[in-house]
């Protein structure tokens, strides 16, 4: 967990079968999930409430999806 803010949020790092990272998702201040692609650096923001992707033109793969909207405030 980090601290920003005082309001402690989750990360999560995604690593493939080698150990490289391949994706880390923030969930944020405001309940959206940041998705950061290690491989290009490009971040993506999802609503894990409604799975919609919020960057326009990004394509978020559906286990990227899955992953951010089981980490949703409740």
């Known amino acids: 967990m980090t601290e920003r ?35 290009s650096g490009v971040t993506a923001r999802v609503d894990p409430t409604t799975r919609a992707v919020l960057t326009p033109g990004m394509h978020v793969p559906q286990s990227l999806i899955d992953q951010a909207a089981s980490m949703r405030l409740t």
């Open 5 to 39: 803010f005082g309001i402690p949020l989750v990360t999560e790092e995604l690593i493939d079968c080698f150990g490289q990272l391949t994706h880390r998702l923030v969930l944020e201040i405001d309940g959206t999930v940041s998705i950061t692609f290690a491989s």
